[in-house]
Each structure stands twice: as C-alpha cells, then as structure tokens.
C-alpha cells in the first residue's frame, strides 16, 4: 500500500468515526429530551398507541414495556379482542411515568345499547316498556360511558306508588351491581317512552346522578 | 496512520457500543406533527390482533374532514380511505379535560339509540348526512 492508498484510509476511518460519534451524540441528546414511560399491562396481547396534541399517533408497544417520549400530554390508547382503555398520561422531563392498566379498566364500546341489564324482564313485569328500557341504558351511559352493565337484585325491586287520578308519577327502585359497585337505583317515568334516573350509593345515601325530568312529560301551559 | 486511525475507529466503536448500552435500551417514540384530531383518529382505526398492528396514517391511508360544533367540544369527522371501494366512515369526538375522545365510530352507520345522548346540533347533522337508522 503506498502513501496515497493510506491517507485514503485513514480519511475513511476518521469519517466513519466522526459519523459513529455523531450518532452516539444524536443518542445522547434524544434521550436528553424524552422521559421514560413504562407500561404495566394485565395482559400480554394489549396493544398500546399514543397520540399527542396536534401530532400523528404512534404504535408504542405490546402488552408491559417501556418507551421514551418526549414531554407533553399524550392520549393512550390500550385495546385487545374489541376491549379498549383509553388515559391521558402526561409526561414531564425527569419524572418517569408508569402507566398501570388493568381488568377492571378495559371498556368493550361506548354504546348505550351495549349496557347489558341482567333480570331486565322484572323491570318490564313491573310497567316498564322496552323503549323505556333503552332509555334507561342511555341515562346509565350519560352517567358514566365506561359502564358495562348493572346487574339488578331482583329482592330489592319494589313499586313506587301511582295514583291515577293525580299527576304522580311511576317510580321503581331497586339495588344493583353496577360494575362490582352497590348502587341504589331510582326509575320514575310521566309516559310510555322516557325515564327519570336517579342513582345513588346505598352505603353513604349520597345521590351521585338524576338524568332530570324528561323534557317532553314536562308539564306546560296549553 | 493506518494505526491512529484503527485506534480512533475503535474508541469510536466502542463509544458508540457503550452509549447504545445505556441510552438505547429503551425505543425512543418521536410522534411527527399532525393537525388537529388526526391522531385521535388514527388511534381509532388501528388494526389489532396478532402481529398485524397497523396505524393507519394520514393522507398516505385516508384523508379525514373534521367539522367542529358545540363551540369546539364536538366534532365529527369523515374518513374516507384510499383505497377504493371502501366506503367512508364517520367518528364522533367529545372534548374531555381538554382532550378529544372518541364517543361514537369508526362507522358507515349509526343506530339513532346511539346518538340520542350526543348534542342536539350534533344529531341533527349525523341525520343530515343520512348516517343514522331505526332500530
């Protein structure tokens, strides 16, 4: 090799040198800028996407894993087998995040229709119409949408009272599980198609909802 | 020379080895800009299951039309994919704490059951583009 061919080579190396610093640098100063995220999942085929504001969604991984992102509030998305969680995870420098998502988190779809009331038949035994069944989830769902369904003890249904010949209205009452939680639940409707909801935890009798009167049964001046 | 420069592409090796192993252990995710919305709903039409985890992207997977109400706490939005012969589907959003959350789709078509809970003017428009069905 004469001296030219070796100056050759020696510029080829310190080239390819200052180009692997150069990313060693890059390195450096990406992970400067982002924080780490962990994510702790219940299940191994949860898939995880991120979307921050005003930027395009990103696949960040499956199941538990750690990522790095740069700060700023990202909407996580978590779903697996039509189940899906949703969380708004803000990341800050110097603060690692760790994001816990569990069972009891994951909703199926955000539908009234799909609130599946169990022993529903004794609320339809009792009066209630079909359509104001249907009404009934869509208050359930306006209370809170990651309700999956109430299960009804059907010991605890009971009449409220109805005089025809007054402006009383229907009223049920009962308990119910409403995703593992006890919830006393108030039914009260003017008419054949709308409901008036009203839930409450039994534990401490505080109201925690009332969907209000129907505006259509309000009363008003002829 | 050749052995000066051997040593500095060595060091240079094994910093970068060294900075590999303690920075680069975990994936760094820099999400690209994108206007308003577009990545909410990109994470509504990914693809789950298996080893088949897709998220589409905007416009080189589908173009989106965003139409906001209720003083920029609704919107819904028309995707149209492009591929052809795939119809154009609909998503609902509501601005939570400051966040746009899904409420309704992806979807060719809503139950009205489904939309009774949604803003009147927000109603009235999916009714409007003929969106809706009686159950």
Known sequence: MNSSQKRLV????????????????????????TEKVTLNSFSDSLVV??????????????????????PGEYQF??????????????VKKRKPVIVSITKSMLKVVTSPSAIKITDSERLISMGMTETQLSDLRRKIFTYDRSIKGIDIDVTTVKYGYRNRNSSDPFAISFQAKTDEKNRSYTVVWYDLKTVQVKIA?????????????????????? | MIKFGSIVLGVSLLGLVIVKGIFGQTPIITPSPAPQLVGQVEQELVTYGGDSIYVPQEPSDYISK???????????VKVTSNKPLVQSGWLVFEKKNDVFQSVLG????????????LPVEVNAALTELGVLYNE
């Open chain 1, 49 to 70: 996407t991120a979307s921050g504001k005003n930027m395009h969604a990103e696949y960040l991984g499956t199941g538990s894993f750690s990522v790095r992102l740069q």
């Open chain 1, 10 to 33: 020696f510029i080829l190396m310190v080239f390819a040198s200052l180009l692997l610093a150069a990313y060693s640098v890059s390195i450096i100063l990406a992970y400067g800028k």
């Open chain 2, 106 to 117: 992806p979807g060719t078509s809503f139950s009205q059951d489904d939309t009774l809970v």
């Open chain 2, 66 to 76: 965003v139409t906001f109400f209720d003083n920029q706490h609704w919107a819904i």
């Open chain 1, 201 to 222: 935890d039994p534990k401490t009798n505080t109201q925690l909802y009332d969907s209000g009167i129907p505006v259509s049964t309000l009363p008003h001046d002829d």
């Open chain 1, 77 to 90: 998305v978590a779903g697996a087998d039509g189940n899906r969680y949703e969380k708004v995870v803000v």
